[in-house]
């Protein structure tokens, strides 16, 4: 019973994370890559 | 007081802009790197001072998008962040070709502070410069030397700020300078030549170069290496070595991670209760995290040569070379940048493009950028190769695996050629931009910086695209475990009723079992309703699975099959995956991964726009959906009619 509701759990929070992950992609401000992270630029905060 | 910093790109205006406000803006070694302006605050005693970091540019007339939120600030005195001064800085050992612009904005009246910035690489060259002389010719300019990068020069600076004289009068070339209007190209030239007549003139007394023994060195290699015959020779054998050593190299640590995997994945299955949690954590988890984790080694071989290649001057060579390559097919000498750095990842590349001026040439840009085959890639070219093409060597040291790779990665070059000559007739442009490239001197690598640089990229592989490998194994394996009702359970007797298995022993009948039941399954029911869009391509249902489930990013590609597979492979969790896929067998009974399969596979990869991350920053950066979608179903096009036409052939 625990590790099915583990599992649950985890698919939930899966189908969670991919869906953030998406809608910040298409949606959002995104510069850097996936694969190799390079242009990390404009996540400069504009106050010190 | 608001304080602009202007300059040329590259001289380091967003290091001095980090020194003063702290901050820790993205600082790169290439013109380009700050294509919008950012603010940050400078706080001197109880005075607070707004500095704005505007985008490099040549000239105050511009040639490009960045350069024009420049002009845009210069001509209209009236805007809210029109600056009250401005730190102008300089490459110090570039003297001659920052002076234009600085001329300009001096001759606007703006309050300025020359900024001698990366003035050690004066030394270092053997330059010396006259600051006195230098001085008299602008009159009211404070000049004060410094080394950002290092952090040296910022008191210097504040102490510039502290004295800086507003009300000075200045003219060096026009008096009371008005610019010329933005389509005025023949006034702008004019201007351009008169003023740099008078820069020469200035940087005869102020400057005295004198050539260092790397100079000469280097001018003699040039002869060779940028030579329209020999150049690109020289670089089609260094790519080859390059892709030699990553497949010969990378084989020994590659075996050794592959082997932590399954152990683990062999020892967890052990000591976990059984249940649904080990079958999750063995058989979706840990093989779809190590069947993408095993290509670490080759990826960081690939960024460790291109570093060198980087560090030691020889990619600016490379760029120069390209650009007479790329001219006749209508890319603009500024989309050489951009397309190197694609080899790494689209996503820097399309930014990137920011710098080309003509909205047609930047779109062209943008979109044969794909095409250059980038770091995801290599996972799924790597997986392919292994699969179906033999390890042979001819002359004793060229492996065909290796000679594959690098015809993938030039075949990505030959369609961004191909395509970019179709796109320059359907998108006409009078406009032509140009590359202004300085060659730097050849230079000794620095290691420490090569080593820090791969190990963050590596670090940010494993942990952003990591944490969608780990979701997507986690819904993939639910997916390939359960099916719809008793499906799974009901197809199952209902196989062993019809089907003898007679002539199979136990491991091949337990196989065949789990392969039904794999098809039983959601994932299998979805497979098998794209399997005809995919058939023809020499594909089955996995691949087609996986092939969707890597637009999310290509490396994707494998963590899918390998979650796919180890599904399937139900109690054999010491089996890797390459061992899986080929003795894998399609309906037919025939072998799922052949050459004409695995190559039409590749071919596909090297065509298609599998890579969410790209759309999205396409779409960000034409500011609509209409160019992304078009490029996606383009590139599909092209992918999907080339793998089919390889599968076709070879098959």
Sequence with gaps: MAQTIIVILSIIIAIGYLLRHFWKMLFQKKSSCEGCGIAKGGETKIQP | ?651
């Design chain 2, 1 to 651: 007081m608001k304080i602009a910093l202007f300059g040329n790109p590259n001289t380091g205006k967003s290091s001095v802009f980090n020194l003063l406000t702290g901050l820790r803006q993205q600082v790169g070694n290439f013109a380009g790197s700050t294509v919008d302006k950012r603010e940050g605050l400078l706080a001197i005693g109880k005075a607070k001072h707004s500095i704005t970091d505007f985008p490099g540019a040549y000239s105050v007339y511009p040639r490009s998008k960045d350069e024009k939120i420049v002009y845009d600030l210069l001509t209209n005195k009236n805007q809210e962040i029109y600056p009250d001064a401005a730190l102008f800085v300089v490459d110090a050992a570039n003297l001659e070709r920052n002076l234009l612009f600085f001329t300009q904005v001096y001759d606007l009246n703006i309050p300025l502070i020359l900024v001698l910035n990366m003035w050690d690489l004066t030394a270092k060259r053997k330059i010396e410069i006259d600051i006195e002389k230098l001085q008299e010719a602008f009159p009211g300019v404070q000049i004060v030397t410094s080394n950002a990068r290092l952090g040296f020069g910022k008191t210097r600076i504040i102490q510039a700020i502290q004295n800086i004289n507003l009300e000075a009068q200045r003219s060096f070339f026009i008096k009371e300078y008005l610019i010329a209007e933005i389509n005025d190209q023949e006034k702008q030239i004019t201007e351009t030549t008169l003023r740099y007549q008078k820069i020469k003139k200035l940087i005869f007394e102020v400057e005295k170069i004198n050539e260092t023994k790397t100079d000469v060195f280097s001018r003699k290699i040039d002869k060779i290496v940028v030579h329209p015959i020999w150049g690109y020779a020289i670089f089609i054998v260094v790519l080859l070595i390059i892709f030699q050593f990553i497949f010969s190299f990378a084989s020994i640590p590659m075996e050794l991670i592959d082997g932590i995997f399954t152990n683990f994945a062999a020892h967890t299955s052990q000591i976990l209760p059984t249940g649904v949690f080990n079958n999750l954590i063995c058989h979706g988890i840990i093989p779809g995290i190590g069947g993408v984790v095993v290509f670490i080694p080759q990826i960081a071989l690939l960024f460790f040569f291109i570093a060198i290649l980087e560090e030691t001057g020889y990619l600016a060579r490379v760029v120069f070379i390209m650009d007479r390559l790329m001219r006749p097919f209508g890319l603009n000498g500024k989309s050489v940048v951009p397309l190197m750095s694609s080899v790494a990842c689209a996503i820097p590349a399309v930014m990137a493009t920011r710098t080309i001026s003509n909205w047609k040439e930047r779109m062209i840009t943008i979109f044969v950028a794909p095409f250059m085959s980038c770091s995801a890639r290599i996972p799924v070219y790597t997986l392919l190769i292994s699969l179906v093409i033999p390890k042979i060597y001819y002359f004793g040291f060229i492996n065909l695996q290796g000679f594959v790779l690098f015809s993938l990665y030039s075949l990505g070059l030959v369609a961004v050629l191909l395509v970019s000559f179709i796109m320059k007739f359907i998108i006409r442009s009078e406009e032509k931009g140009f590359l202004l490239l300085e060659l730097p001197s050849y230079k000794n690598p620095r290691w420490t910086n090569i080593g820090i640089s791969i190990i963050e990229k590596i670090k940010l592989f494993i942990f952003d695209a990591g944490k969608v490998i780990l979701a997507i194994s986690i819904i993939l394996w639910a997916l390939a475990s359960y099916g719809p009702g008793n499906s799974i359970e009901e197809t199952l007797v209902k196989t062993k009723e019809l089907k003898s298995f007679s002539d199979l022993n136990e491991v091949e009948k337990e196989r065949e079992l789990a392969s039904v039941k794999l098809e039983a399954s959601y994932i299998g029911r979805m497979g098998k309703f794209i399997e005809p869009v995919i058939s023809p391509l020499g594909y089955d249902w996995k691949i087609g699975i996986s092939l969707i489930t890597s637009f999310a990013a290509r490396e994707v590609f494998v963590g899918s099959l390998a979650t796919i597979y180890a599904v399937q492979d139900d109690g054999a969790t010491k089996t890797r995956l390459i061992d899986r896929l080929k003795r894998d067998r399609n309906s037919k009974g025939e072998k799922t991964y052949t050459i004409a399969s695995g190559v039409s596979l590749m071919i596909f990869y090297v065509f298609a726009m599998q890579c969410m991350s790209t759309l999205a920053v396409v779409k960000r950066e034409t500011n609509s959906w209409k160019w992304p979608l078009i490029q996606l179903l383009v590139m599909g096009i092209i992918a999907y009619l080339s793998a089919y036409l390889a599968f076709q052939l070879l098959h």
